[in-house]
């Protein structure tokens, strides 16, 4: 994966999801704009201050942290499923 500075955020304000570790961000004015690439070059996303400014070792734990807390999210949805869904209408 690579990260590159893409320019300033310029004008519009941008309130998003960083696509590595997850937390909100925004983006205006002189902001940097960061994007996160594959390695057959295919962008990914946007990529918050926190992850760009973590250093390697630092984005990899913030990485692990984000595997974690998808795991544990996928595992609840699972046992919703397991539960069973019912549609109740209304009124």
């Known amino acids: 994966m690579e990260i590159r500075e893409e320019g300033r ?3 519009v ?3 998003q999801a960083c696509v590595l570790c ?3 961000f925004g983006l205006f004015g002189e902001a940097r704009v960061h994007e996160a690439y594959g390695e057959g070059g295919e ?3 946007r ?3 926190g992850c ?3 250093g390697a070792e630092g984005l990899a734990e913030r990485l692990r942290e984000r595997a974690r807390r998808l795991r544990e999210r996928a595992g609840w ?3 919703l499923v ?3 869904v019912r549609f109740r209408a209304a009124g």
């Open 13 to 15: 304000y941008t309130w």
């Open 9 to 11: 955020a310029g004008l």
């Open 43 to 45: 962008p990914i996303g």
């Open 82 to 84: 397991e539960e069973g």
């Open 47 to 49: 990529v918050c201050p």
């Open 22 to 24: 997850g937390a909100p």
């Open 52 to 54: 760009v400014g973590a």
């Open 77 to 79: 949805l699972e046992g």
